[in-house]
């Protein structure tokens, strides 16, 4: 599976609830402009705190793809209703850095104030 395979796929387990830690390096991270630098395990129990709060998960579209040496650049987009009845629609520029084929750290950038807004979280 090439590269940007593998960064559409870890897209679509959004919904899951979980991504599959397999795909990255053991030490492995997700960072976010929402200021966090998390581990992939760590990243995972955000996202099923996320998840609970919708009725069917968090749907993520990918727009363009872009692979430029070690990275593969991703816009996307997302929609998830909640279980509250609100709406969750983001927009996201993401950057997955591999070595070799394993992702090493996932970049991601979103309006995190919408998102915020949108789930039961604590700050």
Known sequence: MGRQETALMVLGEIKTGAIDPARFEPDGIWWSNAGFS?????????????????EAGIAVTPGRVLEVDDTVVI?????????????????????????DEVLSEVREYS?????????????
């Open 38 to 54: 998390l581990s992939i395990a760590e990243f995972n129990g955000l996202l099923g705190l996320l998840h609970e709060q919708t």
């Open 75 to 99: 816009e996307a987009t997302s929609h998830a209703m909640l279980r509250n009845g609100t709406r969750y629609d983001n927009r996201y520029a993401f950057l997955f850095r591999f070595e």
């Open 111 to 123: 309006d995190t104030a919408h998102v915020f807004q949108t789930f039961d979280l604590q700050t």
